[in-house]
């Protein structure tokens, strides 16, 4: 099996590819299946985040280009600055990463997401495309966990049902 082990810089020249989903590019041990079809494992220091352009070296020297493979996600796309930042703070709020550029905000599909975005007057595009979300959001939280993209599956915040915390400590809270 081909074993990559470490990062590159940008200055190498890649002979091989390998797209994979972000659910992947943010694991550091993973058995994988490069563009060509030849079967390797990815042997990386933990917390690296594979973004799409990054450049992997293996043992035996083979050099493979990552690509962000195109998923299941939700954009939003709107002219409008305030709208996009609006969602992207209730998004937020629930600890989604999120893709945000200049037009447009993006997630990974939900369809309970994609209800409470609408309810906030944007229109929800379901479509297959390479997410690639801020690297904050799979940084690791305050409770010492590490984020990936199923998370709001794991643990939804919602308010209104009696689970409330502060995300926020005042100095006169103490």
């Given amino acids: 099996m081909i074993r990559f082990t470490r990062k590159l810089d940008d200055a190498a020249q890649a002979n091989v590819s390998l797209s994979l989903p972000i659910d992947q590019r943010i694991r550091s041990r993973l058995r994988v299946t490069l563009d060509d079809g030849r079967e390797a494992g990815l042997f990386l220091p933990r917390g690296q985040i594979l973004r799409g352009g990054d450049l992997l ?4 020297g ?5 690509k962000a493979a195109p998923e299941s996600v939700s954009t939003l ?5 305030f709208a996009l930042m ?8 629930r600890h989604v990463p999120l893709q945000i550029a200049p ?10 997401l994609d209800a409470m975005v609408e309810g906030l007057g944007l229109s929800v595009t379901c479509e297959t495309a390479p997410f690639e979300p801020e690297a904050g959001a799979y940084a690791g939280d305050g409770h010492g ?5 199923g998370h709001q599956d794991d643990h939804q915040h ?11 400590k005042h100095d006169d809270d103490e």
Avoid: K, T
Wanted: glycine letters at 10%.
């Fill in 86 to 93: 609006r969602a992207s703070y209730h998004l937020g709020n």
């Fill in 158 to 168: 919602n308010h209104q049902q009696g689970h409330h915390h502060d995300h926020h």
């Fill in 103 to 112: 037009g447009f905000v993006r997630y990974q599909h939900d369809h309970v």
């Fill in 62 to 66: 083979l050099i493979v280009v990552i």
């Fill in 57 to 60: 070296a293996s043992e035996c």
């Fill in 145 to 149: 966990g590490h984020h990936h993209g």
């Fill in 77 to 81: 796309y709107s002219d409008d600055p």
